[in-house]
Nanobody, 118 residues
Framework: QVQLVESGGGLVQSGGSLRLSCTTS????????MGWYRQAPGKQRELVAT???????NYADSVKGRFTISRDNAKNTVYLQMNSLKPEDTAVYYC????????????WGQGTQVTVSS
């Protein structure tokens, strides 16, 4: 079982920055990938960014050039640096961890609210 604890959400003005953190209960090196997803009211959960155990990164088109995902293996933590925030970035952000052994399992954090005011 993998537990994820998120922090760093909050209220920020348009154009501002926030950094989200997600810490795993075990070694981050045991996970195949980690990522951030978000869900705005009335919308489906969508991918924001992912990073694999090998360091490959993937971003949603809507956040490319503004958001950066990174990881600190020593701290078992993945980060999402969000710059140039827009009101449309307002959502609950969820940390995700994917682990593949015999089967692939996804684990989710509790979510953290990000609100961008115009």
């Amino acid at each position: 079982q993998v537990q994820l604890v998120e922090s760093g959400g909050g209220l920020v003005q348009s154009g501002g920055s926030l950094r989200l953190s997600c810490t795993t209960s075990g070694s981050i090196l045991s996970l195949n990938a980690m990522g951030w997803y978000r869900q705005a009211p009335g919308k489906q959960r969508e991918l924001v960014a992912t990073i694999t155990s090998g360091g490959s990164r993937n971003y949603a088109d809507s956040v490319k050039g503004r958001f950066t995902i990174s990881r600190d293996n020593a701290k078992n933590t993945v980060y999402l640096q969000m710059n140039s925030l827009k009101p449309e970035d307002t959502a609950v952000y969820y940390c995700n961890a994917r682990k593949t052994t015999f089967v692939t399992r996804d684990y989710w954090g509790q979510g953290t609210q990000v609100t961008v005011s115009s």
